[in-house]
């Protein structure tokens, strides 16, 4: 398994003009861009044993680095 973070620059590449507009404009969506760049962190740390983890948190932070994506990119569509 490639252990790349997946960064959203990389997951939305036609977007990124609407993320740092939306980011400046709307607190929410800052917020939630800097919770999936966290997440998104520990999930890259986790799986580099930089900060090793079990399985269980593993599959908790996954998760919540998809849902927090999932978020994003509806903001992003709406």
Do not use: S
Request: hydrophobic share 35%.
């Amino acid at each position: 398994m490639a252990h790349t973070p997946h960064e959203l620059a990389e997951d939305f590449p036609d977007d990124q003009d609407k993320i740092a507009r939306l980011k400046a404009e709307d607190a929410h969506f800052a917020k939630l861009v800097e919770a999936y760049h966290d997440v998104n962190r520990a999930v890259h740390r986790a799986e580099t044993d930089v900060e090793p983890t079990d399985d269980a948190h593993m599959t908790d932070l996954r998760k919540r680095r998809m849902q927090l994506k999932d978020e994003i990119a509806g903001r992003l569509r709406a």
